[in-house]
């Protein structure tokens, strides 16, 4: 549990900001964050950051993580 405080919670605070400079500092710490469920839902990194706002923020950090992420990872539901 306290894993999840440590870093989960401030990556789910990342994606919803769009920091991507700050999430990708925390996903290089366990590279199964950026695809782990990091909130109630079952959501993703990804689906955060996606539904959190269409600017120019949140659009980079989606592109930067669509990056690392392999192809089943995408099918992930929330």
């Known amino acids: 549990m306290k894993?999840?405080?440590?870093?989960?919670v401030p990556l789910y605070?990342?994606?919803l900001e769009g920091n991507w400079e700050e999430a990708?500092?925390?996903i290089a710490k366990d590279?199964?964050?950026?695809?782990?469920?990091?909130?109630s839902?079952?959501?993703t990194v990804l689906h955060i950051a996606a539904g959190a706002?269409?600017?120019a923020r949140h659009t980079h950090?989606?592109?930067?993580?669509?990056q690392?992420?392999?192809v089943k990872h995408l099918s992930l539901r929330d």
């Open 3 to 8: 894993g999840f405080f440590n870093l989960c």
């Open 13 to 15: 605070k990342h994606a």
């Open 24 to 26: 990708k500092v925390i």
């Open 31 to 39: 590279d199964r964050l950026k695809y782990a469920v990091v909130a």
């Open 41 to 43: 839902g079952l959501s």
């Open 53 to 55: 706002g269409e600017d």
């Open 61 to 66: 950090f989606v592109q930067e993580l669509l």
């Open 68 to 70: 690392l992420l392999e």
